[in-house]
């Protein structure tokens, strides 16, 4: 009695732990009915013990489609011909008519004589799993099908730098067709041994920062010759959000770099070019009037640095220094003789200088400049608060430009010698403009030239 009892508490305790594993287990008899299934089985299968227990495991939970080939498996194994599958995947129908992919491990059950009575299985339902390991085998298809089309040369490197795929262009970019010359290789190989310290710092910055781009290496093809290529590269990551490696694109831009520079070269000789016109536009004007053209010169090293010193832009800096360079060019209308007379101007004569800010902007309109050149100049006698010529305009009616040639100007014709007088020095320049702050020049273009020439060892012939 009490090894019948303690026979029970065994069943019982087992049935308890067999209730509380997270697979199916499944003891099947040789006619096909199923003698036992645990909590987890009835739970998969939507139906109560009392529902299954002595039904036939074939008929009643295998889809049709498979329940010929899997009751001719079980009767193999059964009859002892066959070993068990110890792993066997098959899908069991559920209550609801879902189909569950089940992965099973099996095993016989005998009796005392060794004659096999039943199969025990324990079975995972990886339903789940197979869908999100199908999903990404169709996505890694798709992937790889795009890799492979892709019109860019592209090449992915795993961590330690070894090439794990690369697109048909990548391939090509390097004189081959084989994947197998790259995979596995060191993606380092293709670069020019100068540049290949730098790229593996730069693999390391792409893995911190998550991308980096217009990166510039020499390349090597399998022929020996090279390239210049630039390389856009960003991270891949595993589904744990962790790096895995880099996907890099590479582009061939030895001929667009040599484009470049034959286009700066074109640049560069336009812009000497057009320096020698302005050059000799200020000459032109200092064979009539000697004091002219060191004038306009040393307004445009002064102007130049009050536009750098207030953030003017590259384009304005070089507009107020055309500008100041040719400030003065319509004087070559106005007679030698007033130009160059050795007293004060009378009325008459000092009304025909007012009108070479317009002679000047007569001359320059009709010529093509960048900027605008013509504007600055016919402005550079303009004053704040409407006194000065030829429009009488006032404040913001006046282009910044035109506001550092008149202040620039206006110190450089103090500082030095005219015709008329000796020159009366840098300080009274600074005198003039400080007096006459905000009331004839811009406050904020005074402060910074005072600023400026106030530095020792100030230099206007630069």
């Not at 645990?38 to 299968?45: D, E, M, S, T, V």
């Not at 600074?430 to 406050?443: M, V």
Request: net charge positive.
């Amino acid at each position: 009695m009490m090894i019948k009892n303690l026979i029970l508490n065994v069943e019982t305790e087992l049935r308890q732990y067999l209730d509380i594993a997270g697979v199916i287990v499944l003891i099947i008899g040789n006619d096909g009915k199923i003698k036992y299934i645990n909590k987890k089985g009835c739970q998969i299968l939507g139906y109560k013990e009392e529902e299954i227990i002595g039904k036939n495991w074939f008929s009643n939970f295998i889809s049709k489609d498979e329940e010929k080939k899997i009751k001719e498996f079980f009767k193999e194994i059964i009859s002892g011909s066959i070993e068990p599958f110890k792993y066997f995947e098959y899908c069991v129908l559920t209550k609801s008519k879902e189909k569950r992919l089940i992965a099973w491990h099996n095993s016989f059950l005998k009796d005392k004589n060794g004659k096999i009575y039943a199969t025990l299985s324990s079975g995972s339902d990886i339903t789940k799993h197979k869908q999100a390991l199908d999903a990404l085998r169709e996505s890694e298809g798709k992937y790889r099908a795009l890799l492979r089309t892709s019109p860019n040369a592209i090449v992915v490197i795993d961590l330690d730098g070894m090439v794990t795929d690369a697109s048909q262009r990548f391939l090509n970019l390097f004189g081959t067709n084989n994947l197998g010359d790259f995979l596995g290789k060191d993606a380092f190989e293709v670069l020019d041994p100068k540049d290949v310290k730098k790229a593996k710092e730069n693999l390391r910055k792409t893995l911190k920062l998550g991308f980096t781009e217009n990166l510039e290496y020499k390349f090597i093809r399998k022929d020996g010759k090279s390239f210049l290529g630039e390389v856009n590269a960003s991270v891949i990551k595993n589904i744990y959000g962790k790096p895995k490696g880099v996907l890099a694109t590479v582009r061939d831009v030895t001929k667009q770099k040599s484009y470049e520079k034959d286009l700066k070269e074109g640049c560069d000789k336009l812009q000497k070019a057009f320096d020698g016109v302005i050059l000799a536009m200020a000459k032109i004007i200092s064979t009539k009037d000697p004091y002219t053209s060191g004038h306009q010169q040393r307004v445009a090293n002064l102007a130049r640095d009050i536009a750098v010193n207030m953030g003017l832009s590259d384009e304005g800096i070089a507009s107020v220094y055309t500008a100041s360079m040719i400030h003065d060019i319509g004087k070559i209308f106005i007679p030698s003789e007033i130009l160059s007379k050795p007293c004060k101007l009378n009325e008459a004569e000092f009304t025909i200088i007012k009108t070479h800010p317009k002679l000047s902007y007569d001359i320059l309109e009709v010529i093509d400049l960048p900027w605008q050149i013509a504007d600055i100049v016919l402005q550079h006698h303009e004053r704040l608060n409407g006194s000065g010529y030829p429009a009488g305009l006032r404040d913001d009616e006046i282009m910044l430009e035109a506001k550092i040639l008149s202040v620039a100007d206006v110190v450089e014709a103090i500082a030095f010698h005219r015709p008329y007088r000796l020159a009366l020095g840098i300080e009274k320049s600074i005198e003039e403009i400080e007096n006459n702050k905000g009331i004839l020049y811009d406050p904020e273009v005074v402060n910074v030239c005072v600023k400026i020439i106030s530095k020792k060892g100030y230099k206007f012939d630069k």
